[in-house]
C-alpha cells in the first residue's frame, strides 16, 4: 500500500466534480509533510476516481478533478 493511501481514499468520498485542498490540508490527512515524492505517486489517484490537476507551489495548494470514464 502507498504512504499516500490515506490521501486518495479521503479524495476518492468527495462528490465534487472538481476541488483544491491546501499542502496543511494534505498533511493533517496523512500525517506527514508532503515533499517531490508527491509527484510519482499520484499516478494511483484515478484508480479513486480522481486525477491531479494544477499544484500551486505559490499558494500551497493543489487541485483535483473528477476522471471522465
Known amino acids: ?3 499516500y493511501a ?3 481514499e479521503a479524495v476518492g468520498k468527495r462528490t465534487e466534480d ?3 485542498l ?3 490540508e494534505i498533511e493533517q ?4 509533510p508532503i515533499d517531490h515524492s508527491f509527484l510519482n ?3 494511483e489517484l484515478p484508480a479513486y476516481g480522481y486525477e ?5 507551489l505559490k499558494a500551497q495548494t493543489v487541485a483535483f ?3 471522465v470514464i
Do not use: D, E, H, N
Open 52 to 56: 491531479v490537476g494544477k499544484i500551486s
Open 22 to 24: 491546501t499542502y496543511a
Open 41 to 43: 505517486f499520484k499516478k
Open 6 to 8: 490515506p490521501l486518495w
Open 1 to 3: 500500500m502507498s504512504k
Open 65 to 67: 478533478r473528477r476522471v
Open 18 to 20: 472538481g476541488f483544491a
Open 29 to 32: 490527512i496523512l500525517g506527514f
